[in-house]
Nanobody, 121 residues
Framework: QVRLVESGGGLVQGGGSLRLSCEAL????????MSWWRQAPGKQRELVAS???????NYSDFTEGRFTISREVAKRTMDLQMNSLRPEDSAVYYC???????????????WGQGTQVTVSA
């Protein structure tokens, strides 16, 4: 089975930085795009940033150059460096991956369990 394991969340003061990591574990043939999403209480889950396996990135407007997504395809890992954090960035952050478990399988979407990010004022 496939698992996405996130780490790196925590409590930080406004203006501070955090680095989130995600690792895809299990039987995986090929990982396509990976992305970070977040969900604050009472709000819908929203895309933070995504990255293809060729390194093409996409960021939501609210990141405003503060966040950087990266990945190591061979290691099946993805990071999100978050700088200049604001209280409104507080949310549970989720790792997402689109991948195939074997050459015969279709691409499926997987989610991590989420990691809490809390930014104090």
């Amino acid at each position: 089975q496939v698992r996405l394991v996130e780490s790196g969340g925590g409590l930080v003061q406004g203006g501070g930085s955090l680095r989130l990591s995600c690792e895809a574990l299990g039987s995986i043939y090929r990982t396509n795009s990976m992305s970070w999403w977040r969900q604050a209480p009472g709000k819908q889950r929203e895309l933070v940033a995504s990255i293809t396996n060729s390194g093409i990135t996409n960021y939501s407007d609210f990141t405003e150059g503060r966040f950087t997504i990266s990945r190591e395809v061979a290691k099946r890992t993805m990071d999100l460096q978050m700088n200049s954090l604001r209280p409104e960035d507080s949310a549970v952050y989720y790792c997402n991956a689109e991948l195939r478990q074997s050459i015969r399988d279709r691409v499926k979407t997987y989610w991590g369990q989420g990691t809490q990010v809390t930014v104090s004022a």
